[in-house]
């Protein structure tokens, strides 16, 4: 090969990498922490196994859970602020046994709602509460 096409071709080469480069970093930095939080909830989803929780608290924005996988206890917390809708109007109702989804690769990486599924069950005494749509579907598959 003769030293122009060698240069020629470096030169394409160069300016498909920088161009890959400024691809990544526009897309890096117009991500926002909540759309990087949706595409993680919605990851797990779709890739993840269910296991068993227990839901310790439960605020309007959080839920705070414990749960074993393989004889090692996690104790974490998930921000459902973005998720309300899917929540009961009383989240203390939701103190106790829930399903959760996790990674294989990761288990501390889990969810117990996104957007897509809900392993929440209500609990508690009173009038059972209305299913919420996305409670109504995933009752409505099984």
């Known amino acids: 090969m003769s030293p122009n096409a060698q240069i020629a071709a470096l030169s394409g080469l160069a300016v498909i ?6 691809w990544i970093v526009v897309r890096v930095v117009h991500s926002t922490p909540e759309k990087k939080e949706r595409k993680r909830r919605l ?3 779709l890739t993840g196994r269910l296991g068993d929780a227990l839901i ?3 605020t309007d924005s959080t839920l705070y859970y414990a749960y074993s996988i393989h004889g090692v206890r996690y104790t974490t917390s998930q921000d459902v602020s973005t998720l309300k ?3 009961p ?4 109702r939701l103190v106790g046994i829930a399903n959760l989804k ?3 690769r990761n288990p501390a990486n889990s969810i117990l709602v996104c957007e897509d599924w809900s ?7 009173g009038a059972p509460a209305e299913p919420t749509s996305l409670q ?3 009752a409505s598959d099984a």
Request: glycine share 16%; charged share 10%.
């Open 17 to 22: 990498l920088i161009g890959l480069g400024a």
């Open 43 to 45: 990851a797990v989803n």
């Open 56 to 58: 310790t608290e439960a």
């Open 85 to 87: 809708e899917l929540l």
């Open 89 to 92: 109007a009383d989240p203390g």
């Open 102 to 104: 996790y990674t294989v």
């Open 119 to 125: 392993g929440l069950r209500v609990h508690g005494t």
């Open 136 to 138: 109504s579907q995933t």
